[in-house]
Nanobody, 123 residues
């Protein structure tokens, strides 16, 4: 069982930056594929970024060039650095994990989820 806890959300203005973190329990964090997703009311959960166990990364087109996903295995923690934030980035952000050797980008592929954290970007 893996427990995930997000932190770092909040209210910012357009153009500002935020860094989300996702702390994971468990001793095999380094073998997990990790991902960030976001969701707004009435919409499906949307893929944002993913990082494999060997630190390969993949981003959605909507955040490419603005967001950076990273991980520190020694701290069992994943990060999402979000720069040049836009009002369209407003959502609840979720971190997700699954033990996998393959980079995962679909929500249905993930096994463990955090509780979610609100990010609000004002115009």
């Amino acid at each position: 069982q893996v427990q995930l806890v997000e932190a770092g959300g909040g209210l910012v203005e357009a153009g500002d930056s935020l860094r989300l973190s996702c702390a994971a329990s468990g001793r095999t964090f380094s073998r997990y594929n990790m991902g960030w997703f976001r969701q707004t009311p009435g919409k499906e959960r949307e893929f944002v970024a993913a990082i494999s166990w060997i630190a390969r990364t993949y981003y959605s087109d909507s955040v490419k060039g603005r967001f950076t996903i990273s991980r520190v295995n020694a701290k069992n923690t994943m990060y999402l650095q979000m720069n040049s934030l836009k009002p369209a980035d407003t959502a609840v952000y979720y971190c997700a994990a699954r033990r996998s050797l393959v980079l995962l980008t679909q929500a249905a592929d993930y096994e463990y989820w955090g509780q979610g954290i609100q990010v609000t970007v004002s115009s």
